[in-house]
């Protein structure tokens, strides 16, 4: 599964194309950065790409097919990127409890013995400083949102790929090819 993107191309081999096939090559959760990193490569047709990674393996690889990260694309020269790298933090809104320090005594009863030895129950006041919850507020914080990628990682990892070939060569020069 991948996509054209159409216009005048140019490759760094001097062939003149109308479009030119991009697919995923590789995605990787990278849970330690929080991120989804995609390869990409283009090709000239997706034809060629298949024959770039086979579904018989066996039958081995013709990359030949594989342009340049070198294009021009509607007469404009540029290094296209192949690695693209999608944060999964966001930030949300929160509700957290808020506190105020307060002293409070408190009794304590202990055992202790008279001048006779004989027991008695006496009580000790203590001070000490609590947090009392006061109200609440609203906070942002920092949030790994894992949602989008539990179902469908391709399909996430492409709709983010999909977005930035169009809008750097908009939506009329991008075809999906299932």
Known sequence: MGFLVQGDIETSRDELLDSFYVRIEQ???????????????????????DLAWPKFVDDGTDMSGQLSVSMSYNGNWEEWPMF??????ENKEIIVDTYEKQW?????????????GDP???????????????????????????????????KYAYDHIKEIYTSKCGIDNIKDIL
């Open 27 to 49: 995605f990787v959760y990278a849970r330690p950065l929080n991120t989804i990193g995609v390869t990409v490569a283009h090709y000239e047709t997706k034809e060629v790409a």
């Open 84 to 89: 693209f790298e999608f944060d999964l933090i």
């Open 104 to 116: 409070v005594t408190s009794s304590i009863e202990y055992t202790d013995f008279d001048e006779n």
């Open 120 to 154: 008695f129950i006496d009580t000790h006041l203590t001070f000490e400083e609590i947090d009392v919850k006061n109200g609440e507020e609203i906070t942002m914080k920092r949030y790994l949102n894992t949602e989008p990628i539990t179902n469908d990682i391709f």
